[in-house]
């Protein structure tokens, strides 16, 4: 901690985290510039399939997770893509990733991911209140969607991860569902339905550039550039290099998503983190409506009733953070939609492919880095990053300040990898 009040503050990510971090700070009476080299609404957080989940805390490195991966690589219709020549690229990562798929660690992950999550839908209002973002906030109820009871039963580990956390659920099944979901193929017969604290941003673009106009109206700076490089002196005081200048600050803020790895190993900080490529397609002009927000368990996709459109979003891909979309997982997305709603029809189809920030530990990285004078991190939440993100930047913010933290950041510190190096 190093700032207070008239402090200045520089925050590098104008997604979710990156913004509601600098809304905060500047709430807490700092002067705060928020920089990325895109326009604000381009990322991942505007991407996202939108939903905001508190019961999103599963990891994915469930035991036995090397042989469905395998599965489902061979599989046409997804949900898992690799491109191939990029796996020797990866491979380092993928190793250390792998090792955490033990019960004992899904344990640990699901704990430590439940505070994180917890009270979204709350902490998005609290953010957002008083902006034009608050509007685009939708509460709703959040259904995994399955086949029948003996699919549900197929997935009683994470289930019971769910219920040890204190988050439950109800039960839809056979003709109920139908009551519940007009629109959804009647194959399917069994939901898993969440109601409380879950919702989505109804249009995720513009919900970001609400919050980031809001900032500069309450008196924030936003800054359209790339960010290069830290350094660091002999004392430990970081800087920001982008074209032709050094950025200095009291406090520094990396919230750069996918691309916070590359950053911080200019200055020697070590974040083992893969982009996990994210895909979703827009149907728009649908002839159907959802009444909820719904997560198809066989696909893992979630389906979202935006307005004017449906959004499918998911699938993971892994092929680094350079090349461009692939068709397949474009093509397995449109396909999904057309299985799922029957009676579906739409006038036009778009297409988007985006980098979700993956650690090796499924945990996000918030904290100070050791050794670095003023730099706080705030990247890897993977798939949770728009749940999460008001609270993270809340966390963030009460660290920088010298404000008692809402919960402990233990979990999440920059130091664990290097510590499990040296274990």
């Not at 009871?149 to 991860?161: C, G, P, V």
């Not at 409380?196 to 995720?204: A, E, K, T």
Request: glycine share 10%.
């Amino acid at each position: 901690m190093t700032g207070g009040a008239g402090a200045t503050s520089v925050v590098v990510g104008a997604g979710i985290v990156g913004v509601a971090a600098a809304i905060n700070l500047l709430r807490a009476g700092q002067s705060v510039t928020l920089i990325d080299r895109q326009v604000p609404g381009e990322g991942c957080s505007a991407g996202s399939g939108g939903i905001l989940v508190s019961s999103s805390i599963v990891p994915v490195t469930l035991p036995g997770l090397v042989w469905k991966a395998v599965r489902m690589l061979v599989r046409p219709d997804g949900p898992l893509y690799l491109r191939w020549r990029y796996l020797p690229s990866m491979a380092p990562w993928l190793v250390r990733y792998l090792s955490h798929c033990r019960t004992s660690e899904a344990h640990r992950i699901a704990a430590a991911l439940t505070p994180l999550v917890a009270d979204s839908l709350d902490e998005h209002r609290h953010l957002a209140k008083g902006t034009a973002a608050e509007r685009l906030i939708r509460e709703t109820a959040y259904a995994f969607v399955y086949r029948n009871r003996e699919a549900f039963a197929a997935d009683t580990f994470a289930w019971r991860l769910r219920e040890e956390n204190g988050i439950n659920w109800r039960v839809v099944e056979g003709g109920a569902v139908a009551e519940f979901e007009p629109a959804l193929n009647a194959a399917y017969r069994y939901l898993a339905v969440f109601d409380g604290q879950h919702g989505f941003i109804d249009d995720p673009a513009s919900y970001i550039r609400g919050l980031v106009n809001a900032f500069v109206a309450e008196g924030g700076c936003f800054r359209q550039l790339e960010i290069k490089a830290l350094t660091r002196d002999a004392s430990g005081r970081v800087a920001l290099c982008a074209e032709g200048q050094n950025i200095h600050a009291d406090d520094i803020v990396i919230a750069a998503g996918a691309w916070s790895g590359r950053l911080l190993a200019t200055i020697g900080v070590g974040i083992p983190m893969e982009s996990e490529r994210g895909y979703h397609v827009e149907l728009l002009g649908p002839s159907v409506k959802l009444n909820n927000a719904l997560m198809i368990a066989d696909a893992k996709c979630v389906v979202t009733p935006m307005s004017g459109r449906l959004r499918l979003a998911g699938l993971v891909e892994f092929g680094g953070l350079e090349a461009g979309p692939s068709e397949a997982p474009i093509r397995t997305l449109a396909a999904l939609a057309g299985r799922m709603f029957p009676r579906l029809t739409f006038e036009r189809q778009t297409a988007w492919m985006g980098h979700r920030p993956a650690t090796v530990d499924s945990l996000p990285v918030i904290g100070a880095v050791p050794g670095c004078v003023g730099l706080t991190v705030a990247t890897g939440h993977h798939h949770i990053g728009l749940t999460s993100g008001p609270r993270t930047g809340r966390l963030v913010a009460d660290l920088i300040i010298g404000r008692q933290s809402q919960l402990p950041l233990l979990p999440y510190r920059v130091s664990r990898f290097a510590d499990a190096r040296a274990s």
